[in-house]
């Protein structure tokens, strides 16, 4: 295709204003919906992730320059060898097809920490992408998936609710995906990963997959990976997607940017419950459901429902659509279990008709990135040849007292600064 038939289509002015300029390298690359003027496709497909890519040059005056109007994965990897390229391929079909041995090598991949199999589980992430696009395409631009953030103190029965709810949406079609943070120990770096053993009739369930990942000394319990993974399981036409945090703490503020709702889970007997949680925590409850509202529980479940309820009232409004609404439930007796789905399916109507879901998606991929970006440039730091020699001197220097905390970090980050 060359510069004089594109000029007849609406791309014409932006030609046109590129031939005014000193450039003399041209590289579009357009994704594989893009379409010019009248239907017609530009160029050749590019790698098969759903790139078009076509090269014009023009002589100027000598100078050369590349203009991309969407960066492409070649350009942050190396070539994929014939094995590579077998083995994404391999995990990409059978992931679409939904076979769970390829989701679960396909989490594995991008849980890796090899330089290499990073860069492969990015190319298997960015065709997973594209394939997630072109189905929301045909849902009308609906999301595939309704994901849930889920979390409460120790003891408030997740486990058990998550079987329990997880059967009974199984039961009506569903297919579910659990995505448990499990705390790693900070000494060892072991982690218990139990979930699989407390939710048993579940774990044996063919439309309910559970994968439980360490924190491996992640801030907060979620695993750097876990919005990688909930696109996965996405992919392998998983529609609900379950993540249960470590409890109660930093981890619900990271796990609220990455699902549509949240959900937090609070026993009946756990003392001064108002003090006890966090008001930021509350802050980020969609709902709140009280557990084991059964036997002699009923009474104080009651009490701390209605004590919630008056809370929530005081708090700032986050959704023009929605108010948090508070529950009771009993994964035993299997009371306000349904109601509770109700109460979600409602959630995610509204926000859906409001826009606001989407808008809230939309937030979150900025956030996503941006993570991703902190954790990049703290690995850099760390691993910067200077800077990996003198963390230690400093560490000595602010234990024995001879620096602060404070000039030690500024003599790093300038010493960074100057060599890198």
Same mark, same amino acid.
């Given at each position: 295709m060359n510069i004089p038939m594109l000029l007849q289509h609406s791309h014409r002015n932006f030609l046109k204003g590129l031939l005014r300029t000193p450039f003399r390298c041209y590289h579009f690359i357009f994704h594989s919906s893009t379409h010019l003027g009248s239907g017609i496709p530009c160029a050749r497909p590019f790698n098969s992730l759903g790139l078009h890519c076509t090269k014009w040059m023009m002589l100027s005056n000598g100078l050369k320059r590349k203009l991309c109007v969407q960066t492409t994965l070649k350009e942050h990897t190396e070539e994929l060898s014939d094995k590579e390229q077998r083995f994404v391929d391999k995990l990409y079909t059978g992931l679409i097809q939904g076979h769970r041995a390829c989701l679960a090598e396909a989490i594995t991949l991008i849980e890796s920490t090899h330089k290499r199999k990073k860069e492969l589980a990015q190319v298997l992430l960015q065709k997973v992408l594209v394939y997630h696009r072109e189905q929301e395409q045909i849902n009308k631009g609906k999301p595939l998936a309704f994901r849930v953030g889920l979390s409460g103190p120790p003891g408030a029965g997740k486990s058990t609710f998550i079987e329990y709810f997880g059967k009974m949406l199984t039961e009506r079609g569903h297919k579910l995906?659990?995505?448990?943070? +499990?705390?790693?120990?900070?000494?060892?770096?072991?982690? /218990?990963?139990?979930?699989?053993t407390r939710m048993t009739e579940l774990s044996r369930d063919m439309n309910?997959?559970?994968?439980?990942?360490?924190?491996?000394?992640? /801030?907060? #319990?979620?695993?750097?990976?876990?919005?990688?993974?909930?696109?996965l399981c996405e992919g392998g036409g998983y529609d609900i997607i379950l993540i249960e945090t470590v409890g109660v703490g930093q981890s619900e503020f990271a796990v609220a940017d990455m699902v549509d709702m949240f959900v937090l889970l609070l026993p009946p007997?756990? #003392? +001064?419950?108002?003090? #006890?949680?966090?008001?930021?925590?509350?802050?980020?409850?969609? /709902?709140v459901a009280i557990t084991k509202s059964d036997g002699d529980l009923i009474v104080p479940a009651r009490r701390i429902q209605a004590e919630y309820v008056s809370a929530l009232k005081l708090l700032r409004k986050r959704s023009e659509v929605w108010r948090p609404k508070v529950i009771r439930i009993s994964a035993r007796s299997g009371e306000g279990i349904s109601e509770m789905w109700d109460k979600m399916r409602e959630f995610q109507d509204l926000m859906l008709a409001s826009g606001e879901l989407t808008a809230k998606r939309q937030k979150q991929q900025k956030v996503w990135m941006w993570n991703l970006i902190q954790e990049s440039v703290l690995e850099h730091f760390r691993t910067h040849p200077t800077i990996r020699e003198q963390i230690p001197v400093m560490e000595k220097k602010v234990l024995s007292g001879a620096l602060s905390p404070g000039l030690a970090a500024d003599v790093l980050l300038k010493t960074f600064k100057s060599r890198d």
């Open positions: 995906s659990v995505l448990a943070v +499990d705390p790693s120990s900070c000494t060892s770096g072991g982690s /218990l990963l139990g979930d699989k309910a997959y559970i994968r439980p990942s360490p924190t491996s000394g992640t /801030l907060g #319990g979620v695993t750097r990976t876990t919005n990688e993974a909930i696109l007997a756990g #003392g +001064d419950e108002l003090q #006890g949680i966090k008001r930021g925590i509350i802050e980020m409850a969609d /709902l």
